[in-house]
T-cell receptor, first 113, second 113 residues
Framework: EAQVTQNPRYLITVTGKKLTVTCSQN?????MSWYRQDPGLGLRQIYY???????DKGDVPEGYKVSRKEKRNFPLILESPSPNQTSLYFC????????????FGAGSRLTVL | QKEVEQNSGPLSVPEGAIASLNCTYS??????FFWYRQYSGKSPELIMS????GDKEDGRFTAQLNKASQYVSLLIRDSQPSDSATYLC?????????????FGQGTELSVKP
């Protein structure tokens, strides 16, 4: 089944404790992206990647890092999480050709205390 | 001005009625337009895409695009309680950050039995 898989789905952590949210897709998509979703603010792009070793900032990159060492994986790293990073996070991917349709992962709900 | 604007709602319609959801966008060179449905706590799922002016029908859903007015809408005929969700309008431009998808804040739809 074609899908985007995120882990963990739920996480409660404390300020300053580094964490990584993994994202993997099995559709051979070139483009991958991370979004956060907050009430009243909608979906905001954090980082995106056009292909392996090619990443760039989105609209709200502060406090996040990403890497794209393999085509299928695009982990989101919070080096020193803070309470304002409490949010619902979505990873998404699409092919660079064709209809430009994003496929989303199931989401990761992160709480930083 | 927000890049993609939607009325946040909630929009309440009785079962069997037509629900009309509207979206305006600011970037005139936008080329691809999408409607995603998102149930509470779940990931967005694509329900319609439209690329050229006019209407596109898929079952009970009709997307309408007017590029001159920078307006895209979604009609849901014979609305069902299972249609109750938040509907996200998304707009893409190939000239913007590798084809970034820009989302509106979403319109919450409630279909009353």
């Amino acid at each position: 089944e074609a899908q985007v898989t995120q882990n963990p789905r739920y996480l409660i952590t404390v300020t300053g404790k580094k964490l990584t949210v993994t994202c993997s897709q099995n559709m051979n998509h070139e483009y991958m992206s991370w979004y956060r979703q907050d009430p009243g603010l909608g979906l905001r792009q954090i980082y995106y990647s056009m292909n392996v070793e090619v990443t760039d900032k989105g609209d709200v990159p502060e406090g996040y890092k990403v890497s794209r060492k393999e085509k299928r994986n695009f982990p989101l790293i919070l080096e020193s999480p803070s309470p304002n990073q409490t949010s619902l996070y979505f990873c998404a991917s699409r092919s660079s050709s064709g209809a430009n349709v994003l496929t989303f992962g199931a989401g990761s709900r992160l709480t930083v205390l | 001005q927000k890049e993609v604007e939607q009325n946040s709602g909630p929009l309440s319609v009785p079962e069997g009625a037509i629900a009309s959801l509207n979206c305006t966008y600011s970037d005139r060179v936008s080329q691809s337009f999408f409607w995603y449905r998102q149930y509470s706590g779940k990931s967005p799922e694509l329900i319609m895409s439209i690329y050229s002016n006019g209407d596109k029908e898929d079952g009970r859903f009709t997307a309408q695009l007017n590029k001159a007015s920078q307006y895209v809408s979604l009609l849901i005929r014979d609305s069902q309680p299972s249609d109750s969700a938040t509907y996200l309008c998304a707009v893409n431009s190939l000239y913007n950050q590798g084809g970034k998808l820009i989302f509106g804040q979403g319109t919450e739809l409630s279909v009353k039995p």
